[in-house]
Protein backbone atom coordinates (compact mmCIF):
# COMPACT_ATOMS: atom_id res chain seq x y z
CA UNK A 1 0.00 0.00 0.00
CA UNK A 2 1.19 3.32 -0.54
CA UNK A 3 1.49 6.00 2.02
CA UNK A 4 -0.36 9.20 1.45
CA UNK A 5 3.30 11.12 0.69
CA UNK A 6 3.71 8.92 -2.37
CA UNK A 7 0.44 8.97 -3.49
CA UNK A 8 0.22 12.92 -3.40
CA UNK A 9 3.61 12.70 -5.33
CA UNK A 10 2.03 10.84 -7.69
CA UNK A 11 -1.54 12.82 -8.38
CA UNK A 12 1.09 16.00 -8.76
CA UNK A 13 3.44 14.52 -10.73
CA UNK A 14 0.10 13.51 -13.14
CA UNK A 15 -1.44 17.34 -12.56
CA UNK A 16 2.11 18.81 -13.39
CA UNK A 17 2.58 17.06 -16.53
CA UNK A 18 -1.07 17.91 -18.45
CA UNK A 19 0.08 18.99 -21.09
CA UNK A 20 -2.65 21.69 -23.06
CA UNK A 21 -1.97 23.49 -26.80
CA UNK A 22 0.10 26.59 -26.47
CA UNK A 23 -2.88 28.43 -28.48
CA UNK A 24 -5.40 29.87 -28.18
CA UNK A 25 -3.27 31.31 -25.44
CA UNK A 26 -6.64 32.28 -23.37
CA UNK A 27 -8.50 29.36 -23.83
CA UNK A 28 -5.56 27.04 -22.26
CA UNK A 29 -3.43 29.28 -20.36
CA UNK A 30 -6.05 30.04 -17.60
CA UNK A 31 -6.35 26.53 -16.94
CA UNK A 32 -2.58 25.74 -16.29
CA UNK A 33 -2.84 28.59 -14.28
CA UNK A 34 -5.46 27.55 -11.67
CA UNK A 35 -3.97 24.02 -11.52
CA UNK A 36 -0.50 25.35 -10.70
CA UNK A 37 -2.21 27.13 -7.73
CA UNK A 38 -1.60 24.38 -5.66
CA UNK A 39 -4.30 22.87 -3.36
CA UNK A 40 -4.63 20.02 -0.74
CA UNK A 41 -5.58 17.62 -3.77
CA UNK A 42 -8.31 15.84 -1.44
CA UNK A 43 -10.13 14.73 -3.84
CA UNK A 44 -7.88 12.20 -5.87
CA UNK A 45 -6.17 11.68 -2.97
CA UNK A 46 -8.94 10.01 -1.74
CA UNK A 47 -9.98 8.07 -4.68
CA UNK A 48 -6.19 6.50 -4.81
CA UNK A 49 -6.55 5.93 -1.15
CA UNK A 50 -10.08 4.60 -1.79
CA UNK A 51 -8.70 1.55 -4.82
CA UNK A 52 -5.36 1.25 -2.79
CA UNK A 53 -7.98 -0.67 -0.17
CA UNK A 54 -9.37 -2.82 -2.45
CA UNK A 55 -6.38 -3.24 -5.18
CA UNK A 56 -2.13 -2.79 -5.21
CA UNK A 57 -2.36 -0.79 -8.83
CA UNK A 58 -3.53 2.77 -7.46
CA UNK A 59 -2.60 3.50 -11.45
CA UNK A 60 -6.86 1.83 -12.08
CA UNK A 61 -7.83 5.02 -10.55
CA UNK A 62 -5.84 7.58 -11.95
CA UNK A 63 -8.00 8.91 -14.53
CA UNK A 64 -10.88 9.23 -13.15
CA UNK A 65 -8.86 11.25 -9.90
CA UNK A 66 -7.65 13.87 -12.45
CA UNK A 67 -10.93 14.14 -14.01
CA UNK A 68 -12.14 15.12 -10.60
CA UNK A 69 -9.68 17.63 -9.75
CA UNK A 70 -9.92 19.11 -12.96
CA UNK A 71 -13.76 19.75 -12.20
CA UNK A 72 -13.07 20.66 -9.11
CA UNK A 73 -10.94 23.04 -10.05
CA UNK A 74 -13.32 23.99 -13.02
CA UNK A 75 -16.19 25.15 -10.30
CA UNK A 76 -13.56 27.03 -8.43
CA UNK A 77 -13.09 29.27 -11.83
CA UNK A 78 -16.46 29.36 -12.21
CA UNK A 79 -17.64 30.48 -8.49
CA UNK A 80 -15.03 32.78 -8.38
CA UNK A 81 -16.36 34.71 -11.49
CA UNK A 82 -19.94 34.47 -9.54
CA UNK A 83 -18.44 35.46 -6.49
CA UNK A 84 -16.89 38.39 -8.03
CA UNK A 85 -13.72 37.09 -5.68
CA UNK A 86 -10.59 38.66 -6.35
CA UNK A 87 -7.86 36.30 -5.27
CA UNK A 88 -7.62 32.56 -4.48
CA UNK A 89 -5.18 30.62 -3.09
CA UNK A 90 -3.30 34.07 -2.03
CA UNK A 91 -3.35 34.99 -6.25
CA UNK A 92 -5.53 37.08 -8.67
CA UNK A 93 -8.56 34.54 -10.07
CA UNK A 94 -8.63 34.24 -13.79
CA UNK A 95 -11.58 37.07 -14.55
CA UNK A 96 -9.17 39.37 -12.94
CA UNK A 97 -6.16 38.06 -14.36
CA UNK A 98 -7.44 37.84 -17.67
CA UNK A 99 -10.99 39.03 -18.06
CA UNK A 100 -14.52 37.52 -18.01
CA UNK A 101 -15.19 36.07 -20.61
CA UNK A 102 -11.57 34.02 -20.47
CA UNK A 103 -13.11 32.87 -17.44
CA UNK A 104 -16.17 31.66 -18.77
CA UNK A 105 -14.60 29.86 -21.78
CA UNK A 106 -11.50 28.50 -19.97
CA UNK A 107 -13.76 27.13 -17.64
CA UNK A 108 -16.15 25.36 -19.91
CA UNK A 109 -13.44 23.74 -21.12
CA UNK A 110 -11.89 22.57 -18.49
CA UNK A 111 -15.28 20.85 -17.66
CA UNK A 112 -14.40 19.13 -21.14
CA UNK A 113 -10.84 18.14 -20.53
CA UNK A 114 -12.13 16.56 -16.71
CA UNK A 115 -14.86 14.79 -19.27
CA UNK A 116 -12.29 13.29 -21.42
CA UNK A 117 -10.21 11.87 -18.34
CA UNK A 118 -13.40 10.23 -16.72
CA UNK A 119 -13.85 8.60 -20.03
CA UNK A 120 -10.44 7.37 -20.02
CA UNK A 121 -11.79 4.66 -17.35
CA UNK A 122 -11.53 0.99 -18.29
CA UNK A 123 -14.83 0.33 -20.40
CA UNK A 124 -16.06 -2.31 -17.71
CA UNK A 125 -16.54 0.43 -15.22
CA UNK A 126 -17.34 3.46 -17.97
CA UNK A 127 -21.13 3.86 -17.81
CA UNK A 128 -21.34 3.66 -13.74
CA UNK A 129 -18.49 6.01 -13.63
CA UNK A 130 -20.06 8.39 -15.89
CA UNK A 131 -23.41 8.27 -14.46
CA UNK A 132 -22.02 8.92 -10.67
CA UNK A 133 -19.33 11.74 -12.08
CA UNK A 134 -22.53 13.57 -14.32
CA UNK A 135 -24.74 12.88 -11.17
CA UNK A 136 -22.23 14.56 -8.56
CA UNK A 137 -21.27 17.65 -10.96
CA UNK A 138 -24.85 18.47 -11.76
CA UNK A 139 -25.67 18.56 -7.44
CA UNK A 140 -22.71 20.38 -7.42
CA UNK A 141 -24.17 23.10 -9.66
CA UNK A 142 -27.63 22.65 -7.60
CA UNK A 143 -25.24 23.84 -4.34
CA UNK A 144 -23.66 26.44 -5.78
CA UNK A 145 -27.25 28.15 -7.27
CA UNK A 146 -28.81 27.50 -3.86
CA UNK A 147 -26.26 28.75 -2.51
CA UNK A 148 -26.60 32.09 -4.42
CA UNK A 149 -30.17 31.99 -3.44
CA UNK A 150 -29.25 31.67 -0.09
CA UNK A 151 -27.67 35.24 -0.06
CA UNK A 152 -30.80 37.04 -0.79
CA UNK A 153 -32.44 35.51 2.01
CA UNK A 154 -32.27 37.19 5.72
CA UNK A 155 -32.37 33.79 7.30
CA UNK A 156 -31.96 30.23 6.50
CA UNK A 157 -32.44 26.98 8.23
CA UNK A 158 -30.03 24.86 9.17
CA UNK A 159 -31.23 21.75 7.88
CA UNK A 160 -31.23 23.61 4.39
CA UNK A 161 -28.25 25.03 4.87
CA UNK A 162 -27.15 21.37 5.66
CA UNK A 163 -28.54 20.07 2.39
CA UNK A 164 -26.56 23.27 0.34
CA UNK A 165 -23.35 22.16 1.66
CA UNK A 166 -24.33 18.60 1.07
CA UNK A 167 -24.36 19.23 -2.74
CA UNK A 168 -22.21 22.12 -3.34
CA UNK A 169 -18.97 20.07 -1.32
CA UNK A 170 -20.07 16.64 0.22
CA UNK A 171 -21.17 14.57 -2.89
CA UNK A 172 -17.96 15.51 -4.75
CA UNK A 173 -15.89 13.97 -1.68
CA UNK A 174 -18.32 11.18 -1.57
CA UNK A 175 -18.22 10.17 -5.46
CA UNK A 176 -14.54 10.91 -5.42
CA UNK A 177 -14.18 7.85 -2.33
CA UNK A 178 -17.23 5.82 -4.39
CA UNK A 179 -15.40 5.64 -8.02
CA UNK A 180 -11.80 4.81 -6.12
CA UNK A 181 -13.49 1.90 -4.84
CA UNK A 182 -14.95 0.62 -8.03
CA UNK A 183 -12.05 1.20 -9.81
CA UNK A 184 -10.11 -0.75 -7.66
CA UNK A 185 -12.58 -3.91 -7.31
CA UNK A 186 -14.86 -3.17 -4.69
CA UNK A 187 -18.62 -4.42 -4.66
CA UNK A 188 -21.22 -2.19 -4.87
CA UNK A 189 -21.91 -2.23 -1.41
CA UNK A 190 -18.09 -1.62 -0.11
CA UNK A 191 -18.28 1.15 -3.25
CA UNK A 192 -21.52 2.34 -1.61
CA UNK A 193 -20.20 2.78 1.92
CA UNK A 194 -17.27 4.65 0.79
CA UNK A 195 -19.94 7.20 -0.73
CA UNK A 196 -21.77 7.28 2.44
CA UNK A 197 -18.20 7.88 4.03
CA UNK A 198 -17.41 10.78 1.85
CA UNK A 199 -20.79 12.72 2.16
CA UNK A 200 -20.43 12.34 6.05
CA UNK A 201 -16.66 13.47 6.38
CA UNK A 202 -17.60 16.58 3.18
CA UNK A 203 -20.10 18.13 5.49
CA UNK A 204 -17.81 17.71 8.39
CA UNK A 205 -14.85 19.53 6.69
CA UNK A 206 -17.21 22.12 5.32
CA UNK A 207 -18.54 22.80 8.79
CA UNK A 208 -15.07 22.84 10.08
CA UNK A 209 -14.05 25.62 7.14
CA UNK A 210 -16.79 27.46 8.41
CA UNK A 211 -15.25 27.30 12.06
CA UNK A 212 -11.79 28.09 11.00
CA UNK A 213 -12.81 31.53 9.69
CA UNK A 214 -13.86 32.24 12.87
CA UNK A 215 -11.77 30.42 15.77
CA UNK A 216 -8.80 29.38 13.58
CA UNK A 217 -5.16 29.94 14.44
CA UNK A 218 -3.90 33.35 12.61
CA UNK A 219 -0.87 32.46 12.18
CA UNK A 220 -1.31 28.92 10.48
CA UNK A 221 -4.84 29.26 8.55
CA UNK A 222 -4.35 30.06 5.04
CA UNK A 223 -7.20 33.12 4.90
CA UNK A 224 -7.54 36.04 6.71
CA UNK A 225 -9.52 35.21 10.33
CA UNK A 226 -13.09 36.66 9.76
CA UNK A 227 -13.31 37.18 6.45
CA UNK A 228 -16.66 35.42 5.83
CA UNK A 229 -17.88 37.54 9.19
CA UNK A 230 -16.47 40.99 7.25
CA UNK A 231 -18.27 39.49 3.80
CA UNK A 232 -21.49 38.37 5.80
CA UNK A 233 -21.19 35.04 3.88
CA UNK A 234 -23.71 32.44 5.09
CA UNK A 235 -22.04 29.89 6.65
CA UNK A 236 -23.80 27.74 9.24
CA UNK A 237 -22.23 29.74 12.32
CA UNK A 238 -23.91 32.91 11.01
CA UNK A 239 -26.86 30.81 10.54
CA UNK A 240 -27.20 29.50 13.94
CA UNK A 241 -26.94 32.93 15.37
CA UNK A 242 -29.62 34.32 12.83
CA UNK A 243 -31.78 31.18 14.49
CA UNK A 244 -30.81 31.76 17.92
CA UNK A 245 -30.63 35.31 18.65
CA UNK A 246 -33.02 36.99 20.25
CA UNK A 247 -33.93 40.49 21.36
CA UNK A 248 -30.98 42.88 21.84
CA UNK A 249 -28.56 40.23 20.70
CA UNK A 250 -30.33 40.06 17.31
CA UNK A 251 -30.53 43.76 16.91
CA UNK A 252 -26.93 43.66 17.33
CA UNK A 253 -25.66 41.36 14.92
CA UNK A 254 -28.37 42.67 12.21
CA UNK A 255 -26.95 46.31 12.65
CA UNK A 256 -23.53 44.22 12.44
CA UNK A 257 -24.95 42.48 8.79
CA UNK A 258 -26.60 45.76 7.63
CA UNK A 259 -24.45 48.53 8.35
CA UNK A 260 -21.53 48.96 5.87
CA UNK A 261 -18.04 47.71 7.32
CA UNK A 262 -15.75 50.76 8.68
CA UNK A 263 -13.55 48.45 10.76
CA UNK A 264 -13.35 45.14 9.49
CA UNK A 265 -11.48 44.19 12.82
CA UNK A 266 -14.42 45.58 14.89
CA UNK A 267 -16.62 44.45 13.07
CA UNK A 268 -14.88 40.61 13.42
CA UNK A 269 -14.68 41.42 17.31
CA UNK A 270 -18.15 42.11 17.53
CA UNK A 271 -19.93 39.40 15.76
CA UNK A 272 -17.19 36.67 17.01
CA UNK A 273 -18.15 37.94 21.13
CA UNK A 274 -22.25 37.44 19.60
CA UNK A 275 -21.12 33.58 18.42
CA UNK A 276 -18.99 33.27 22.02
CA UNK A 277 -22.39 34.41 23.94
CA UNK A 278 -24.65 32.25 22.38
CA UNK A 279 -22.30 29.43 22.10
CA UNK A 280 -22.11 28.95 18.30
CA UNK A 281 -18.70 28.05 18.40
CA UNK A 282 -19.55 24.48 20.29
CA UNK A 283 -22.76 23.81 18.60
CA UNK A 284 -21.12 23.83 15.12
CA UNK A 285 -17.83 21.53 16.90
CA UNK A 286 -20.98 19.20 17.87
CA UNK A 287 -22.31 19.50 14.42
CA UNK A 288 -18.85 18.42 12.82
CA UNK A 289 -18.27 15.48 15.65
CA UNK A 290 -21.27 13.88 14.39
CA UNK A 291 -20.88 14.16 10.74
CA UNK A 292 -17.57 12.19 12.04
CA UNK A 293 -18.83 9.85 14.08
CA UNK A 294 -21.44 9.52 10.84
CA UNK A 295 -18.57 8.77 8.22
CA UNK A 296 -16.42 6.44 10.39
CA UNK A 297 -19.76 4.14 11.12
CA UNK A 298 -19.82 3.63 7.63
CA UNK A 299 -16.41 3.16 7.36
CA UNK A 300 -16.35 0.60 10.27
CA UNK A 301 -18.52 -1.44 7.97
CA UNK A 302 -16.05 -2.20 5.41
CA UNK A 303 -14.72 -5.50 6.20
CA UNK A 304 -11.59 -4.86 5.60
CA UNK A 305 -8.40 -5.62 8.00
CA UNK A 306 -7.33 -2.56 9.76
CA UNK A 307 -3.97 -2.05 8.65
CA UNK A 308 -5.19 -1.72 5.00
CA UNK A 309 -7.64 0.89 6.49
CA UNK A 310 -5.26 2.83 8.69
CA UNK A 311 -3.51 5.45 5.97
CA UNK A 312 -6.97 6.63 5.20
CA UNK A 313 -8.24 7.04 8.36
CA UNK A 314 -4.46 8.57 9.70
CA UNK A 315 -5.33 11.05 5.97
CA UNK A 316 -8.26 11.88 7.16
CA UNK A 317 -8.31 11.86 10.88
CA UNK A 318 -5.26 14.36 10.06
CA UNK A 319 -7.38 16.65 8.06
CA UNK A 320 -10.13 16.60 10.77
CA UNK A 321 -6.97 17.97 13.02
CA UNK A 322 -5.95 20.17 10.87
CA UNK A 323 -6.11 24.55 11.94
CA UNK A 324 -5.27 25.59 8.11
CA UNK B 1 -36.41 5.27 -43.89
CA UNK B 2 -37.63 7.80 -42.60
CA UNK B 3 -38.23 11.51 -44.14
CA UNK B 4 -36.87 14.53 -42.92
CA UNK B 5 -40.26 15.58 -41.49
CA UNK B 6 -40.54 12.21 -39.38
CA UNK B 7 -37.30 12.54 -38.05
CA UNK B 8 -37.67 16.04 -36.91
CA UNK B 9 -40.61 15.18 -34.93
CA UNK B 10 -39.07 12.10 -32.85
CA UNK B 11 -36.20 14.94 -32.48
CA UNK B 12 -39.08 17.95 -31.38
CA UNK B 13 -40.81 14.95 -28.91
CA UNK B 14 -38.25 13.73 -27.35
CA UNK B 15 -36.64 17.66 -26.63
CA UNK B 16 -40.12 18.68 -25.69
CA UNK B 17 -40.13 15.77 -23.34
CA UNK B 18 -37.02 16.52 -21.46
CA UNK B 19 -37.63 17.08 -17.89
CA UNK B 20 -35.64 18.57 -15.02
CA UNK B 21 -36.01 19.42 -11.74
CA UNK B 22 -38.57 21.89 -10.71
CA UNK B 23 -35.96 23.42 -8.38
CA UNK B 24 -33.69 25.20 -7.94
CA UNK B 25 -35.53 27.18 -10.64
CA UNK B 26 -32.77 29.81 -11.48
CA UNK B 27 -30.69 26.48 -12.64
CA UNK B 28 -32.96 24.85 -14.69
CA UNK B 29 -35.43 27.08 -16.00
CA UNK B 30 -33.06 28.35 -17.98
CA UNK B 31 -32.21 25.39 -19.84
CA UNK B 32 -35.97 24.89 -20.70
CA UNK B 33 -35.90 28.32 -21.78
CA UNK B 34 -33.27 28.11 -24.33
CA UNK B 35 -34.40 24.86 -26.06
CA UNK B 36 -38.38 26.09 -26.10
CA UNK B 37 -36.50 28.60 -28.42
CA UNK B 38 -36.80 25.71 -31.54
CA UNK B 39 -34.32 26.05 -33.74
CA UNK B 40 -33.74 24.00 -37.20
CA UNK B 41 -32.34 20.97 -34.85
CA UNK B 42 -29.85 20.83 -37.31
CA UNK B 43 -26.93 18.48 -36.08
CA UNK B 44 -29.65 16.30 -34.45
CA UNK B 45 -31.47 15.63 -37.54
CA UNK B 46 -27.59 14.69 -39.35
CA UNK B 47 -27.38 12.37 -36.42
CA UNK B 48 -30.21 10.46 -36.91
CA UNK B 49 -30.06 10.62 -40.73
CA UNK B 50 -26.46 9.07 -40.63
CA UNK B 51 -27.69 6.55 -38.46
CA UNK B 52 -30.54 5.89 -40.93
CA UNK B 53 -27.96 5.52 -43.37
CA UNK B 54 -26.97 2.20 -42.27
CA UNK B 55 -29.84 1.14 -40.06
CA UNK B 56 -33.48 1.41 -40.05
CA UNK B 57 -33.52 2.00 -36.18
CA UNK B 58 -32.25 5.59 -35.79
CA UNK B 59 -33.33 5.32 -31.93
CA UNK B 60 -30.09 3.31 -31.82
CA UNK B 61 -28.44 7.36 -32.02
CA UNK B 62 -31.52 9.16 -30.26
CA UNK B 63 -29.24 9.70 -27.39
CA UNK B 64 -26.25 11.15 -28.66
CA UNK B 65 -28.06 13.53 -31.19
CA UNK B 66 -30.20 14.92 -28.42
CA UNK B 67 -26.51 15.29 -26.15
CA UNK B 68 -25.07 17.39 -29.07
CA UNK B 69 -28.32 19.70 -29.12
CA UNK B 70 -28.52 20.33 -25.54
CA UNK B 71 -24.17 20.97 -26.01
CA UNK B 72 -24.95 23.33 -29.07
CA UNK B 73 -27.32 25.03 -27.24
CA UNK B 74 -25.02 25.66 -23.88
CA UNK B 75 -22.25 26.90 -26.47
CA UNK B 76 -25.12 29.12 -27.62
CA UNK B 77 -26.56 30.39 -23.71
CA UNK B 78 -22.40 30.83 -23.15
CA UNK B 79 -21.66 32.87 -26.21
CA UNK B 80 -24.68 35.17 -26.02
CA UNK B 81 -23.18 36.19 -22.50
CA UNK B 82 -19.67 36.90 -24.09
CA UNK B 83 -21.09 38.52 -27.12
CA UNK B 84 -23.27 40.34 -24.71
CA UNK B 85 -25.68 39.57 -27.10
CA UNK B 86 -29.44 40.75 -25.87
CA UNK B 87 -31.84 38.71 -28.22
CA UNK B 88 -31.67 34.88 -29.59
CA UNK B 89 -34.12 33.79 -31.85
CA UNK B 90 -36.41 37.17 -31.00
CA UNK B 91 -36.02 36.34 -27.44
CA UNK B 92 -34.05 37.49 -24.23
CA UNK B 93 -31.00 35.82 -24.05
CA UNK B 94 -30.54 34.15 -20.88
CA UNK B 95 -28.18 36.74 -19.02
CA UNK B 96 -30.73 39.21 -20.08
CA UNK B 97 -33.65 37.60 -18.82
CA UNK B 98 -32.15 36.35 -15.65
CA UNK B 99 -28.91 37.60 -14.90
CA UNK B 100 -25.33 36.56 -15.85
CA UNK B 101 -24.45 34.37 -12.76
CA UNK B 102 -27.58 32.51 -13.97
CA UNK B 103 -26.48 32.08 -17.49
CA UNK B 104 -23.14 31.15 -16.35
CA UNK B 105 -24.05 28.47 -14.20
CA UNK B 106 -27.19 27.04 -16.00
CA UNK B 107 -25.10 27.25 -18.94
CA UNK B 108 -22.56 25.00 -16.88
CA UNK B 109 -25.31 22.41 -16.05
CA UNK B 110 -26.53 22.45 -19.39
CA UNK B 111 -22.94 20.63 -20.28
CA UNK B 112 -22.96 18.13 -18.35
CA UNK B 113 -26.73 17.46 -19.23
CA UNK B 114 -25.13 16.80 -22.72
CA UNK B 115 -22.55 14.54 -21.56
CA UNK B 116 -25.62 13.01 -19.72
CA UNK B 117 -27.20 11.74 -23.03
CA UNK B 118 -23.69 11.10 -24.37
CA UNK B 119 -23.32 8.89 -21.48
CA UNK B 120 -26.01 6.51 -22.59
CA UNK B 121 -24.80 5.86 -26.11
CA UNK B 122 -24.54 2.05 -26.22
CA UNK B 123 -21.26 0.72 -24.46
CA UNK B 124 -20.18 -0.94 -27.55
CA UNK B 125 -19.60 2.84 -29.09
CA UNK B 126 -18.84 4.47 -25.35
CA UNK B 127 -15.99 5.10 -26.13
CA UNK B 128 -15.32 6.70 -29.30
CA UNK B 129 -18.36 8.63 -29.30
CA UNK B 130 -17.45 9.98 -25.77
CA UNK B 131 -13.95 11.08 -27.36
CA UNK B 132 -14.94 12.37 -30.69
CA UNK B 133 -17.72 14.52 -28.85
CA UNK B 134 -14.75 16.01 -26.24
CA UNK B 135 -12.46 16.36 -28.82
CA UNK B 136 -15.13 18.25 -30.97
CA UNK B 137 -16.44 20.25 -28.03
CA UNK B 138 -12.93 21.40 -27.06
CA UNK B 139 -12.81 22.44 -30.56
CA UNK B 140 -16.15 24.33 -30.23
CA UNK B 141 -13.99 26.16 -27.36
CA UNK B 142 -10.98 26.67 -29.44
CA UNK B 143 -13.54 28.33 -31.99
CA UNK B 144 -14.97 30.61 -29.67
CA UNK B 145 -11.74 32.14 -28.58
CA UNK B 146 -9.93 32.41 -32.04
CA UNK B 147 -13.10 34.11 -32.94
CA UNK B 148 -12.87 36.86 -29.80
CA UNK B 149 -9.52 37.18 -30.46
CA UNK B 150 -10.36 38.54 -34.30
CA UNK B 151 -12.44 41.34 -32.91
CA UNK B 152 -9.13 42.59 -31.06
CA UNK B 153 -7.57 42.36 -34.73
CA UNK B 154 -7.81 44.45 -37.98
CA UNK B 155 -7.02 42.38 -40.71
CA UNK B 156 -7.42 38.68 -40.53
CA UNK B 157 -5.90 36.02 -43.27
CA UNK B 158 -9.29 34.30 -45.10
CA UNK B 159 -7.81 31.02 -44.58
CA UNK B 160 -7.46 31.68 -40.75
CA UNK B 161 -11.23 32.35 -40.39
CA UNK B 162 -12.26 29.37 -42.32
CA UNK B 163 -9.86 27.56 -39.60
CA UNK B 164 -11.90 28.97 -37.24
CA UNK B 165 -15.66 28.64 -38.44
CA UNK B 166 -14.41 25.02 -38.98
CA UNK B 167 -13.67 24.93 -35.44
CA UNK B 168 -16.42 26.93 -34.00
CA UNK B 169 -18.93 25.53 -36.34
CA UNK B 170 -17.79 22.65 -38.79
CA UNK B 171 -16.58 20.01 -36.48
CA UNK B 172 -19.82 19.54 -34.58
CA UNK B 173 -21.63 19.27 -37.75
CA UNK B 174 -19.02 16.43 -38.47
CA UNK B 175 -19.57 15.18 -35.39
CA UNK B 176 -22.81 14.62 -35.45
CA UNK B 177 -22.69 12.81 -39.02
CA UNK B 178 -19.87 10.92 -37.59
CA UNK B 179 -21.28 9.78 -34.33
CA UNK B 180 -25.08 8.94 -36.48
CA UNK B 181 -23.15 6.86 -38.74
CA UNK B 182 -21.57 4.81 -35.94
CA UNK B 183 -24.66 4.36 -33.79
CA UNK B 184 -26.27 3.12 -37.10
CA UNK B 185 -23.42 0.58 -37.57
CA UNK B 186 -21.38 1.85 -40.76
CA UNK B 187 -17.49 1.09 -40.67
CA UNK B 188 -14.70 3.49 -39.70
CA UNK B 189 -14.51 4.21 -43.00
CA UNK B 190 -18.09 5.37 -43.83
CA UNK B 191 -17.91 7.37 -40.38
CA UNK B 192 -15.05 9.11 -41.68
CA UNK B 193 -16.88 10.01 -44.68
CA UNK B 194 -19.70 11.18 -43.35
CA UNK B 195 -17.18 13.52 -40.90
CA UNK B 196 -15.02 14.75 -44.07
CA UNK B 197 -18.74 15.55 -45.73
CA UNK B 198 -19.87 17.52 -42.29
CA UNK B 199 -16.78 19.49 -42.08
CA UNK B 200 -16.86 20.98 -45.29
CA UNK B 201 -20.57 21.16 -45.29
CA UNK B 202 -20.70 23.00 -41.99
CA UNK B 203 -18.36 25.29 -43.43
CA UNK B 204 -20.47 25.72 -46.08
CA UNK B 205 -23.66 26.71 -43.73
CA UNK B 206 -21.84 29.32 -41.55
CA UNK B 207 -20.41 31.34 -45.03
CA UNK B 208 -24.25 31.33 -46.34
CA UNK B 209 -25.14 32.58 -43.30
CA UNK B 210 -22.50 35.73 -43.59
CA UNK B 211 -23.62 35.66 -47.10
CA UNK B 212 -27.41 35.85 -46.34
CA UNK B 213 -26.68 38.74 -43.48
CA UNK B 214 -26.34 40.81 -46.60
CA UNK B 215 -27.00 39.66 -49.53
CA UNK B 216 -30.53 37.86 -47.89
CA UNK B 217 -34.53 38.34 -48.97
CA UNK B 218 -35.00 40.76 -45.82
CA UNK B 219 -38.95 39.22 -46.44
CA UNK B 220 -37.60 35.75 -45.36
CA UNK B 221 -34.57 35.83 -43.49
CA UNK B 222 -34.87 35.48 -40.13
CA UNK B 223 -32.07 38.30 -38.59
CA UNK B 224 -32.67 41.95 -40.14
CA UNK B 225 -30.53 42.39 -43.41
CA UNK B 226 -26.94 44.15 -42.59
CA UNK B 227 -26.78 43.26 -38.79
CA UNK B 228 -23.46 41.77 -39.21
CA UNK B 229 -22.47 44.87 -41.23
CA UNK B 230 -23.51 47.63 -38.52
CA UNK B 231 -21.48 45.52 -35.66
CA UNK B 232 -18.82 45.50 -37.26
CA UNK B 233 -18.52 41.60 -36.61
CA UNK B 234 -15.80 40.09 -38.90
CA UNK B 235 -17.52 37.94 -41.37
CA UNK B 236 -16.25 36.07 -44.43
CA UNK B 237 -17.75 39.15 -46.53
CA UNK B 238 -15.98 41.61 -44.51
CA UNK B 239 -12.17 40.09 -44.05
CA UNK B 240 -12.78 39.58 -47.74
CA UNK B 241 -13.14 43.23 -48.42
CA UNK B 242 -10.80 44.05 -46.14
CA UNK B 243 -7.85 42.07 -47.69
CA UNK B 244 -8.75 42.72 -51.33
CA UNK B 245 -10.06 46.21 -51.28
CA UNK B 246 -7.00 49.30 -51.91
CA UNK B 247 -6.91 53.13 -52.15
CA UNK B 248 -10.25 55.20 -51.89
CA UNK B 249 -12.32 52.37 -51.38
CA UNK B 250 -10.37 50.70 -48.38
CA UNK B 251 -10.50 54.05 -47.38
CA UNK B 252 -14.33 54.52 -47.48
CA UNK B 253 -14.44 50.63 -45.51
CA UNK B 254 -12.59 52.01 -43.11
CA UNK B 255 -14.02 55.10 -42.17
CA UNK B 256 -17.29 53.09 -42.38
CA UNK B 257 -15.89 51.04 -39.48
CA UNK B 258 -14.47 53.08 -37.27
CA UNK B 259 -16.96 55.85 -37.05
CA UNK B 260 -19.75 55.60 -34.60
CA UNK B 261 -23.08 54.33 -36.29
CA UNK B 262 -25.27 57.35 -36.84
CA UNK B 263 -27.64 55.85 -39.20
CA UNK B 264 -27.25 52.05 -39.85
CA UNK B 265 -29.46 51.86 -42.70
CA UNK B 266 -26.97 54.42 -44.42
CA UNK B 267 -24.51 52.19 -43.22
CA UNK B 268 -25.48 49.18 -44.31
CA UNK B 269 -25.76 50.79 -48.04
CA UNK B 270 -22.59 52.01 -48.52
CA UNK B 271 -20.89 48.46 -46.82
CA UNK B 272 -23.33 46.62 -49.30
CA UNK B 273 -21.65 48.73 -52.13
CA UNK B 274 -18.41 48.36 -51.02
CA UNK B 275 -18.87 44.58 -51.35
CA UNK B 276 -20.57 45.12 -54.94
CA UNK B 277 -17.81 47.26 -55.86
CA UNK B 278 -15.05 44.56 -54.90
CA UNK B 279 -17.71 42.02 -56.41
CA UNK B 280 -17.19 40.10 -52.64
CA UNK B 281 -20.84 38.80 -52.95
CA UNK B 282 -19.35 36.26 -56.30
CA UNK B 283 -16.05 35.31 -54.15
CA UNK B 284 -18.27 34.24 -51.18
CA UNK B 285 -20.70 32.25 -53.67
CA UNK B 286 -17.84 30.46 -55.14
CA UNK B 287 -16.21 29.37 -51.61
CA UNK B 288 -19.40 28.08 -50.74
CA UNK B 289 -20.15 25.99 -53.85
CA UNK B 290 -16.29 24.85 -53.66
CA UNK B 291 -17.28 23.79 -50.14
CA UNK B 292 -20.60 22.31 -51.03
CA UNK B 293 -18.85 20.16 -54.11
CA UNK B 294 -16.08 19.24 -51.41
CA UNK B 295 -18.84 17.71 -49.27
CA UNK B 296 -20.25 15.76 -51.92
CA UNK B 297 -17.22 14.00 -53.25
CA UNK B 298 -16.62 12.83 -49.60
CA UNK B 299 -20.60 11.65 -49.45
CA UNK B 300 -20.00 9.94 -52.83
CA UNK B 301 -17.93 7.93 -51.95
CA UNK B 302 -20.28 6.09 -49.71
CA UNK B 303 -20.91 2.86 -51.56
CA UNK B 304 -24.65 2.74 -50.63
CA UNK B 305 -27.35 2.80 -52.92
CA UNK B 306 -28.99 5.97 -54.17
CA UNK B 307 -32.14 5.94 -52.33
CA UNK B 308 -30.83 5.16 -49.12
CA UNK B 309 -28.52 8.71 -49.56
CA UNK B 310 -31.45 10.48 -50.80
CA UNK B 311 -33.31 11.67 -47.96
CA UNK B 312 -30.29 13.18 -46.41
CA UNK B 313 -29.56 14.74 -50.50
CA UNK B 314 -32.20 16.92 -49.83
CA UNK B 315 -32.24 18.08 -46.82
CA UNK B 316 -28.79 19.16 -47.37
CA UNK B 317 -30.01 20.58 -50.47
CA UNK B 318 -32.98 22.51 -49.14
CA UNK B 319 -30.75 23.72 -46.22
CA UNK B 320 -28.38 25.27 -48.75
CA UNK B 321 -30.82 26.67 -50.64
CA UNK B 322 -32.52 28.36 -47.53
CA UNK B 323 -32.69 32.16 -48.33
CA UNK B 324 -33.58 31.98 -44.06
Not at 29 to 39: C, N
Not at 172 to 199: C, H, K, N, P, R
Request: charged share 25%; net charge negative.
Amino acid sequence: MLTATEIQKIINQRIESLSFPATPADLYDPIQYILSLGGKRLRPTLTLMACNLFSDEVELAIEPALGIELFHNFTLLHDDIMDKADKRRGHLTVHRKWNENVAILSGDAMQIEAYRHISLTSVANLPRVLARFSQTAIEVCEGQQIDMDFEKRCEVPEEDYLEMIRLKTAVLVAASLQIGAWMGGATEQEAGLLYDFGSSLGLAFQLQDDLLDVYGDAKTFGKNIGGDIVSNKKTFLLILAMNSATGSIKESLLRWIKEPVVNPEEKIKAVTEIYDTLGIGSICKKQIASFHEKAFVAFDKLGLPLSRKQILIDYVSALMQRQT
